[in-house]
């Protein structure tokens, strides 16, 4: 649990609560303002004013022009993948010390497989594929890291969080062109990995604002694009856009 604190509202309860909370399960817990057990239904490890935003890199721009982008929608995002299969190690980690420069804080790098450059940059921590080393391996002997895992069904989901995955990315929910060809997984299969995992699920592919509450209203916990901001004319303008679809309302 994190140390920020806001000031929450919670059905007919108000109080002083951390920004983050724990899984998503049913859970009680004693509150340091009210002195008393709370119970909560299906809390999560996001904000509870607004679902996650991931930002993924797509590989094909520039770094200059990524790093200027981000530079001015980075307040807008929770979470900003760094998925450049085609760098090196020293070119990952002089791009991560780009974004830095720029103002993108560490805290929301998230490094795709490369464990070695998360590490040594403090980025927050990785994304790990198929191929990758196992959730079980770096939260062993780097547990600082925050740990994801792309996966494509309940299976591979049940696996990577008995594996100590902290969460997923899930998908394609809907056609995409960067997966020509392929039938997209679908709404009620995103419906079955969310009620069958504890750990959040950000959900990837084809995500657009005017779909974006069919999304979060399947049990994502997020989304996740590329090219829907990064591809924008307007980046700035998309990801408000995005923005404005998470926002969860109170009770």
């Given at each position: 649990?994190?140390?920020?604190r806001?000031?929450?509202?919670?059905?007919?309860?108000?109080?002083?609560?951390?920004?983050?909370?724990?899984?998503?399960?049913?859970?009680?817990?004693?509150?340091?303002?009210?002195?008393?057990?709370?119970?909560?239904?299906?809390?999560?490890?996001?904000?509870?004013?607004?679902?996650?935003?991931?930002l993924?890199?797509?590989?094909?721009?520039?770094?200059?022009?990524?790093?200027?982008?981000?530079?001015?929608?980075?307040?807008?995002?929770?979470?900003?993948?760094?998925?450049?299969?085609?760098?090196?190690?020293?070119?990952?980690?002089?791009?991560?010390?780009?974004?830095?420069r720029?103002g993108?804080?560490l805290s929301?790098?998230?490094?795709?497989?490369?464990?070695?450059?998360?590490?040594?940059?403090?980025?927050?921590?990785?994304?790990?594929?198929?191929?990758?080393?196992?959730?079980?391996?770096?939260?062993?002997?780097?547990?600082?890291?925050?740990?994801?895992?792309?996966?494509?069904?309940?299976?591979?989901?049940?696996?990577?969080?008995?594996?100590?995955?902290?969460?997923?990315?899930?998908?394609?929910?809907?056609?995409?062109?960067?997966?020509?060809?392929?039938?997209?997984?679908?709404?009620?299969?995103?419906?079955?990995?969310?009620?069958?995992?504890?750990?959040?699920?950000?959900?990837?592919?084809?995500?657009?604002?005017?779909?974006?509450?069919?999304?979060?209203?399947?049990?994502?916990?997020?989304?996740?694009?590329?090219?829907?901001?990064?591809?924008?004319?307007?980046?700035?303008?998309?990801?408000?856009?995005?923005?404005?679809?998470?926002?969860?309302?109170?009770?």
């Open positions: 649990m994190v140390n920020q806001r000031e929450v509202v919670y059905g007919n309860l108000t109080f002083s609560s951390p920004a983050t909370f724990f899984t998503k399960k049913k859970v009680a817990f004693l509150h340091p303002t009210f002195g008393r057990r709370i119970s909560l239904k299906e809390v999560t490890p996001i904000n509870l004013l607004s679902k996650a935003i991931h993924i890199s797509n590989g094909k721009m520039p770094m200059e022009q990524l790093s200027e982008i981000l530079a001015d929608i980075h307040p807008y995002a929770d979470a900003i993948h760094l998925r450049e299969k085609q760098m090196t190690a020293k070119e990952l980690y002089e791009a991560v010390n780009l974004l830095s720029v993108v804080p929301k790098i998230i490094i795709n497989d490369r464990v070695d450059v998360a590490v040594i940059t403090g980025a927050k921590g990785v994304q790990l594929a198929y191929h990758s080393l196992d959730a079980s391996m770096i939260k062993t002997n780097f547990p600082q890291l925050t740990v994801g895992c792309s996966i494509h069904s309940v299976e591979e989901g049940k696996k990577v969080q008995r594996l100590g995955a902290d969460y997923v990315i899930y998908g394609h929910i809907f056609s995409t062109q960067s997966k020509p060809g392929l039938e997209p997984r679908g709404l009620e299969e995103l419906k079955k990995l969310t009620g069958s995992l504890d750990i959040p699920v950000i959900a990837i592919g084809g995500i657009a604002p005017e779909n974006t509450k069919q999304v979060i209203n399947s049990g994502a916990d997020g989304i996740a694009m590329l090219s829907g901001v990064l591809n924008a004319d307007d980046p700035l303008a998309a990801i408000k856009g995005y923005q404005k679809e998470v926002k969860m309302e109170m009770c």
